[in-house]
């Protein structure tokens, strides 16, 4: 599986921008897809993730009411809407896929990576 981040850029705080994530492959809907950032001299942090169907996401608590994520398994795209950016937010994000991740809020327990999109938020 090969993954391709796109999206990012640069924004002003209060801004929004949509990132999309697309796979390769046929089997897209049998992965749990999530979203990490890592922002400068920090680990990577979980921001959000979406079950293999899209029924369930979850967030991180600093990006609740803010992100949304979602995917189109018939596109093989999943996209992470991100509004009321501040920044703080300001990170590469990169998203991950795994057939069977341990815990989705652990970088570690996903197998593919994409290349990553640096967001850059100024006040």
């Known amino acids: 599986v090969q993954l391709q981040a796109s999206g990012g850029g640069l924004v002003q705080a209060g801004g929004s921008l949509r990132l999309s994530c697309v796979a390769s492959?046929?089997?897209?809907?049998?992965?749990?897809m999530a979203w990490f950032r890592q922002a400068p001299g920090k680990e990577r942090e979980f921001v959000a993730a979406i079950s293999r169907s899209g029924e369930n996401t979850y967030y991180a608590d600093f990006v609740k009411g803010r992100f949304t994520i979602s995917r189109d398994n018939a596109k093989n795209t999943a996209y992470l809407q991100m509004k009321s950016l501040k920044p703080e937010d300001t990170a590469i994000y990169y998203c991950?896929?795994?057939?069977?991740?341990?815990?989705?809020?652990?970088?570690?327990?996903?197998?593919?990576w994409g290349q990553g999109t640096l967001v850059t938020v100024s006040s």
């Open positions: 991950a896929l795994d057939r069977n991740p341990a815990n989705w809020y652990i970088p570690t327990t996903f197998n593919y």
């Open positions: 492959g046929r089997t897209f809907s049998s992965y749990v």
